[in-house]
């Protein structure tokens, strides 16, 4: 039973490039929440999704980051013409349940570097 | 807004010593509280839930302990080991409008243990 998988774990980008950042959740999970962590911050929330829906994006930049989960494949985040300030570690989680009490699993993570 | 305090930022102790972390968080109206642990460069394992209907649970050498009225939570680690040397995070789910489906997370306390 294959937890919360992301991928690439590692990612190096230039400036004003595009990054995508892949999460497959838990098997029979369809929730996805992303975070990002900041070097020496906390964990943020960013974005709330279900198939095929965003449900909460108010963590979200205004500008350059995209979410998506669809129906079939993995949840994607993108982020366009990235800067050096988008460097950070980004966290997928997912849940099973439809309600608030649900608890969230975490994956791996991706580290993005912005050079 | 929901804010998490995590004190302290850094703790070192010897090996076998008993020790606890201490989480706040500013708002009360909170679904469930969860305990983390970080590696570095790695991503985060759940340690221990606490639903908001519950006063405290234990794993082994860990017990968390939640009182919501005053917002604290508490996580005690019993004979304290070099392998439970990693970064701590406490985090709470919020019933409030906007914040029912995220975590939001503390910055963390940074544990050493020296053999």
């Known amino acids: 039973n294959a937890g919360v998988m992301q991928n690439p774990r590692h990612l190096v980008r230039r400036r004003g490039q595009e990054a995508r950042l892949r999460c497959s959740p838990m098997?029979?999970?369809?929730?996805v929440y992303w975070y990002r962590q900041l070097p020496e911050e906390g964990l943020k929330f960013m974005v709330y999704?279900?198939?095929?829906?965003?449900?909460?994006e108010s963590g979200m930049p205004k500008e350059r980051f995209s979410a998506e989960f669809p129906k079939e494949g993995p949840s994607i985040l993108r982020i366009q013409q990235v800067v050096r300030g988008d460097s950070a570690a980004y966290f997928c989680?997912?849940?099973?349940?439809?309600?608030?009490?649900?608890?969230?699993?975490f994956g791996p993570g991706t580290r993005l570097t912005v050079l | 807004k929901q804010e998490v305090t995590q004190i302290p930022a850094a703790l070192s102790v010897p090996e076998g010593e008993n020790l606890v972390l201490n989480c706040s968080f500013t708002?009360?109206?909170?679904?469930?509280l969860q305990w983390f642990r970080q590696d570095p460069g790695k991503g985060l394992t759940s340690l221990l839930l606490?639903?908001?209907?519950?006063r405290e649970q234990t794993s082994g050498r860990l017990n968390a302990s939640l009182d919501k009225s005053s917002g604290r939570s508490t996580l005690y680690i019993a004979a304290s080991q070099p392998g439970d040397s990693a970064t701590y995070l406490c985090?709470?789910?919020?019933?409030?409008?906007?914040?029912?489906?995220?975590?939001?997370f503390g910055s963390g306390t940074q544990l050493t243990v020296l053999p």
């Open positions: 708002d009360s109206a909170i679904y469930n």
């Open positions: 999704l279900q198939k095929e829906n965003i449900i909460d």
């Open positions: 985090a709470v789910k919020g019933i409030s409008s906007g914040s029912a489906r995220q975590l939001t």
């Open positions: 098997k029979g999970h369809s929730h």
């Open positions: 989680a997912s849940s099973r349940s439809t309600t608030e009490v649900g608890e969230q699993f």
């Open positions: 606490i639903q908001s209907s519950q």
